[in-house]
């Protein structure tokens, strides 16, 4: 069965760093691009990021890009989001999610999603 | 940068048919997915491809897009239809996700 399980949301102050992980098992990790989407309580999804399989090549958001990286380590099983100069909108449940790895060009879709962790910024 | 638009909410009455649009420029030359959210879960992918249901979804629930509409349609709603659904797309290095529409089964 795969499973993605986040960790490492806790509250940080405005202008802050965090790093959240992401858990991986039941499938064969380094075969599969990677996604980091998140939600506003009681609002739509915004996505984030997408690392592809090897690494290589990163996606960013607007709103995140130069402040957030994106990473994995295949050897762990691992995904990564860290995080820098935080403010109150990057408040938000922070999903990490399969994708699909369709062999099909501009394709990109999340097949399996984890439950999210919490990241709160605020002073 | 690409958008997609949702209808806020959507009722359907138990056991008839529900249709859920997703509006983009020209969306039906690109790859539609469609995600379920209920209450407090994370999302589950119902729809890839435009048409593809993957496995687990029943087989209630199927896709089209043609020129700017993309459309997710849900036969004989169940209560256990009601949920948030987004659709979503890739577009120029970037996801694209719709704003979500809140069907509800009356």
């Known amino acids: 069965e795969v499973q993605l399980v986040e960790s490492g949301g806790v509250a940080v102050q405005p202008g802050g760093s965090l790093r959240l992980s992401c858990a991986a098992s039941g499938f064969r990790f380094d075969d599969y691009p990677m996604h980091w989407v998140r939600q506003v309580p009681g609002k739509g999804l915004e996505w984030v990021s997408l690392i592809s399989w090897d690494g290589s090549s990163t996606y960013y958001a607007d709103s995140v890009k130069g402040r957030f990286t994106i990473s994995r380590d295949n050897a762990k099983n691992s995904l990564y989001l860290q995080m820098n100069s935080l403010t109150a909108e990057d408040t938000a449940l922070y999903y990490c999610?399969?994708?699909?790895?369709?062999?099909?060009?501009?394709?990109?879709?999340?097949?399996?999603w984890g439950k999210g962790t919490p990241v709160t910024v605020s002073s | 940068s690409y958008e997609l638009t949702q209808p806020l909410s959507l009722s359907v009455a138990l056991g008839q048919t529900a249709r859920l649009t997703c509006g983009g420029n020209?969306?039906?030359?690109?790859?539609v997915h469609w995600y379920q959210q209920r209450p407090g879960q994370a999302p589950l992918l119902v729809m890839y491809r435009d048409r593809n249901r993957p496995s687990g979804i029943p087989e209630r629930f199927s896709g089209s897009s043609s020129g700017d509409t993309a459309t997710l349609t849900i036969s004989r709603a169940q209560a256990g239809d009601e949920a948030d659904y987004f659709c979503q797309l890739w577009d120029n290095r970037t996801a694209v996700f719709g704003g979500g529409t809140k069907l509800t089964v009356l």
């Open positions: 999610a399969k994708d699909a790895g369709e062999p099909v060009p501009d394709n990109y879709y999340m097949a399996v």
């Open positions: 020209n969306i039906g030359s690109k790859n």
